[in-house]
């Protein structure tokens, strides 16, 4: 795999003039977006911590975008590969920085808040202008970032290629002896190995710990004899992985190969669901259909997917009340799951893309249960 | 040092309660604190990964505290320390949690909300409970966690002393001819070698770099005859540490000398100017009359300080504007420096705790301009 191309002042000029067409499309006087996410998407200008110190992207339709940013942070921000396509302003320590963006934002409508705005800052725009109304990005322009292009789907594709290399070698280690956390360090060592720069989780859930979906890992042996769920992921090139494979340490027995063959069945019918136009919701529908109607229902405790871009969750959601259809280029987790408390669970998970056709996973080692030793 | 004792859950009871009683007393209907410095500070909670999942504690005067978590985050938060002293309920993927939590809020008054909220949930709220109102809690309750216990000053002192042991190890490596990276990489090593368990940041800002106090480390190479600011610190049992020193590689030339000697003489009269009952901008004007009067006001470009505890950056602020008085038990920076654009920096910066009699110095290593190879 060759490195991609880096995104150029150009590039992230245009995102910011569709994040503004698509605030006027839906009525909103524009965006405003704090360090994140969506400001390292937009202008790639990623500051070193995220403080209570305000700084601001505004974005309105037909007007530069303006980033606000602290004084003694405005030259890392100037470093920023958007930063050419952005009018800079600075405020100091002491002036309000509130009423610095005031005079950019007006008194009347409705403005787009990057989600992970802090309430802090929020709070302060609301006193500071009373009159306008605000509302999170999630809510009001939930598929700004949802819709990928051809060079986020390759980094999004080398990502999940990465992935399952990692998932190829893990599957020879030893599992029966070591604990959890030794397991997890192997998983990171080996997301590092096939590209990534930043590892967001590893989850090796053995035994018992694998009914608890948010396990991480922890000081338990893993025993000859456990069902082990595999979950891991994190950045490459900026772009996010997330894939989740159940092994066993030896051969099962009879239940762990039902459960696993219908969360199987569950993820591949979900799979075949996925194709422009349907509502984000019949996804998580369709998975949770096969599972219910095995028996299993009242254990499939979470959401069947969440988006994945520069972020490993984001929009668009697959849960019941998500009428969103499917739009060619989202990219998107297929994950359910089954989990029995104290004995185990089990956990299939790809990242799919929409195409015209219908899905494709970018995920694609075996989802066979595989026996560990 | 010996390791402290872990905080209880007592302990965390009794924080719950203060703050609700706090909350009270500044005509407050309660607190809501989603996961950041201030959970981890009232109940040892501290989410494996702050996502789009609404998780909120709820601390209402003369009520036991409720922790709001998405169903699957239950068990981890069965786990903290202070679950013991929580009242736990939780919501599934597809509920709206919003809702979920509006009928412990009722509809009248208004609620200290943590700073570090995303705007996603603070949106939420005010969208489900269009009547109640929400402050900021570094507007509404600013000093929560601004006065520090015993056990929480003998956890900074430990963090202070610890990071001293790094400064004196750092300033007998070779800096002439390595990256600024390569030192950066020395200091965090050092903390970690002297009992931190995360590194917050690391700046070497060698030459015209130390002249962009936001500069971290790069890859500029370290000459003979710079002047190099020296900023660290991070978290030793989950007490902060921060300090600044700027060293010089061979003999200084005589400004670098006088620009030194007026910092140091600004840092030394903040320092004398703790005591209890002195408004925190008064400690600015001190700090920044020296540097004006010597000519250089131009060139201090940010607040002299700001407060320390569970987080790196908290209040009380050392800025202009700020009339708070300082109280026994606080714990701050005092951090002046001038900054010469294209040339060099200099900065010196000790936390100081304020006791009856004054300031008490959390780092104290020599504060003269050392001379490094």
């Known amino acids: 795999m060759t490195d991609p191309a880096a995104f150029t002042s150009d590039d992230y000029a245009a995102r910011m003039t569709r994040a503004a067409d698509a605030a006027a499309a839906a009525g909103l006087a524009g965006v405003l977006v704090a360090p994140g996410p969506d400001l390292s998407w937009l202008t790639g200008y990623r500051p070193t911590a995220i403080t209570e110190r305000l700084t601001l992207l505004i974005l309105r339709p037909g007007k530069a975008p303006v980033l606000m940013v602290p004084a003694l942070e405005r030259p890392d921000a100037e470093a920023a590969a958007g930063a050419p396509a952005l009018e800079m302003r600075d405020w100091r320590d002491g002036d309000n ?20 705005t802090w ?97 991480e890992a922890g000081e338990r042996v893993i025993q000859d004899g456990d069902t082990v769920v595999l979950d891991f992921g994190g950045l490459r090139h900026g772009y996010g992985s997330d894939t989740t494979r159940t092994v066993h340490v030896g051969e099962p027995g009879e239940e762990v190969r039902k459960v696993h063959d219908i969360v199987r069945e569950a993820q591949q ?96 080692t075996d989802r066979e249960l595989r026996i560990v030793r």
């Open 97 to 116: 920085p509130y009423a610095g963006v005031a005079p950019l934002l007006g008194n009347r409508g409705a403005f787009g808040m990057s989600d992970t």
């Open 269 to 364: 019918a979900a799979f075949e669901a996925v194709r422009p136009g349907v509502a984000c919701e019949e996804i998580d529908r369709v998975a949770r259909r096969v599972i219910t109607e095995a028996g299993y229902g009242e254990w499939f405790i979470h959401r069947t997917g969440h988006g994945i871009g520069v972020t490993t969750h984001e929009p668009p959601y697959m849960v019941e009340g998500e009428k969103q259809p499917l739009v060619p280029g989202m990219c998107f987790s297929i994950e359910p799951g089954i989990y029995l408390p104290g004995r185990f669970g089990v956990r299939i998970e790809d990242i799919v893309t929409v195409t015209p056709e219908g899905g494709r996973r970018l995920n694609n």
């Open 119 to 215: 309430a802090l800052h929020l709070l302060g725009l609301q006193r500071t202008l009373p009159e306008l109304r605000f509302t999170a990005l999630t809510d009001g322009l939930p598929m700004l970032r949802a819709v990928k292009d051809a060079h986020e789907l390759a980094r999004l594709a080398g990502a999940g290629a990465a992935a399952d290399e990692a998932y190829g070698e893990i599957v020879g280690v030893a599992f029966a002896g070591r604990r959890e956390l030794d397991v997890a360090a192997d998983l990171a060592g080996l997301l590092r190995k096939f590209g990534h720069e930043q590892v967001d989780f590893t989850v090796v859930g053995s035994g018992p710990n694998g009914a608890n979906p948010h396990h």
